[in-house]
Nanobody, 122 residues
Framework: VQLQASGGGLVQAEGSLTLSCAASGRTFYIYNMAWFRQAPGKEREFVGG????????LYADSVKGRFIISRDNAKNTVSLQMNSLKPGDTAVYYCAARLGIISKKPYEYNYWGQGTLVTVSS
């Protein structure tokens, strides 16, 4: 599966932004999807994940209650709605896919999008 992330940009603190990830291929619906982010000088970290059927989600504590991950298997897309953004959310955001179960470990994901930059100004 090939992934293409989009939707990044510059937003003020407390603002909102929605990222999208478009997937190619007919088997999107079998993959767990996740969003990771990587700030300059920091390791890539898990943001949120969603099961193939969209029923189960998992979030990092730092974004719980502010971010919402969703997917549309008919359109082969996964989205990340980000609310109440903080300067600390500034990072390049990546979508990723894996089989099995949702994982918080980036090395367990087989497929990655190219990343989209989110900058939150104070």
């Amino acid at each position: 599966v090939q992934l293409q992330a989009s939707g990044g940009g510059l937003v003020q603190a407390e603002g909102s932004l929605t990222l999208s990830c478009a997937a190619s291929g007919r088997t999107f619906y079998i993959y767990n999807m996740a969003w990771f982010r990587q700030a300059p000088g920091k390791e890539r970290e898990f943001v949120g994940g969603i099961s193939p059927d969209g029923v189960n989600t998992l979030y990092a504590d730092s974004v719980k209650g502010r971010f919402i991950i969703s997917r549309d298997n008919a359109k082969n897309t996964v989205s990340l709605q980000m609310n109440s953004l903080k300067p600390g959310d500034t990072a390049v955001y990546y979508c990723a896919a894996r089989l099995g179960i949702i994982s918080k470990k980036p090395y367990e994901y087989n497929y990655w999008g190219q990343g989209t930059l989110v900058t939150v100004s104070s």
